[in-house]
């Protein structure tokens, strides 16, 4: 795959010592990765997923655990952005990443609030830093950006034995976060963004309903690997039904959009499924959106 996508473009070379121009935001970038993760919290109803309303699926987290987190992480997506800019390989994101890890613990108590998120944004974030101190062309989206610079090495890194997508990954055989990000997430950019902005021009006056029918449909697509942990392949099926199904019936173009909605996601808690792959991806959707548009996050 790296070989494909290095075939059709180069990185240019780093700049001298490998200094970071100062077109390169750092904190910027880490506030917009912050606030995506912000959004996606404020955003209900989502499947089994804590909100800013209830706990969904959980007994262990809440939206306070969440924003705890967020602000705890954020000076890490600072330094993978800063890092992107200077070159760095993935041997040196991954460090960073782990560092941002033990913060989140930290900050919550032993709770895995954003792992995904930040192994996923993180790689976003080091992605602008490359390709805003022109490592990568300009118009390279950030998705193929990481996995130019950075896919064959997800791919051959160290596994996490005990973590639930590690778990789900081997005994069903998915995917998982590492393919979707080595691919140049795929779902971001084949599911989340396309959902996002043809729901904006119907919707742009209540940006928290496209942030819904966007996580529905990345529900509907994913194969899942949080759901597959907490369901199997029946609940992942149960899952992506629900949400296909409702999205069939018109989405938030539905009158009656939040109570349809709000029915799924009870269905969801009584069942423990919590979808926090889709989760993690509507976050990397707004932020994508947010710098490859260069419209300002907060």
Known sequence: MKNVLSALITPRPPTPAFKVRAAVD???ISTCATASLLHELETWPKPGLVSHIDCGSHNDMNSETFRESALAIEPYFRALAIAGAAGSKMG???VIGLDAERAMFKATNGINTHR???FGIGLLCAA???RDNGRVPGHLSLGATVSLLWGQDIIDGPMLLHSHGGVARRKYGAGGARVEAARGFPSVYEVGLPT???AWVDFRDDPES?????CFALIAALEDTNLLHRGGQRGLRYARRAAEAWLQEGGISNPRWRESAYSIHQSFVS????????ADLLAMTLFVDAQERRSVCG
């Open 26 to 28: 750092a904190e910027a």
């Open 210 to 214: 496209v942030r819904v029918q966007t």
């Open 128 to 130: 602008v830093g490359a």
């Open 116 to 118: 995904g998120a930040i």
């Open 92 to 94: 040196r994101l991954r």
């Open 271 to 278: 069942r423990w499924l919590s979808p926090g792959g889709s």
């Open 196 to 198: 996002m902005r043809d």
